[in-house]
Nanobody, 115 residues
Framework: QVQLVESGGGLVQPGGSLSLSCAAS????????MGWYRQAPGKQRELVAS???????NYADSVKGRFTISRDNAKNKVYLQMNSLKPEDTAVYYC?????????WGQGTQVTVSS
């Protein structure tokens, strides 16, 4: 069992930056594929970025060059650095831990990009 708690969301102006964190409890954090997803009102949840145990990363085209995902296995944390934020990045951001036999979601953190 893995419990995930996101933090770092908030209100930011267009062009600004935010850093999200996801703290994981439970065992074997290092073997999970960790991902950040987001869901805007009226839209489906979508993958923003993911990072494997070997630190291979994958990004949605819409955030490439602006967002960076990273992980610290010693601290059981995954991060999402978001730069050059746009109004269309407004959404609830969720952390996900996944391996072949199970996946777990956090509760989400709101990110609002508005002037």
């Amino acid at each position: 069992q893995v419990q995930l708690v996101e933090s770092g969301g908030g209100l930011v102006q267009p062009g600004g930056s935010l850093s999200l964190s996801c703290a994981a409890s439970g065992s074997f954090f290092s073997i999970y594929v960790m991902g950040w997803y987001r869901q805007a009102p009226g839209k489906q949840r979508e993958l923003v970025a993911s990072i494997t145990a070997g630190r291979n990363t994958n990004y949605a085209d819409s955030v490439k060059g602006r967002f960076t995902i990273s992980r610290d296995n010693a601290k059981n944390k995954v991060y999402l650095q978001m730069n050059s934020l746009k109004p269309e990045d407004t959404a609830v951001y969720y952390c996900k831990a996944e391996r072949s036999v199970a996946s777990y979601w956090g509760q989400g953190t709101q990110v609002t990009v508005s002037s």
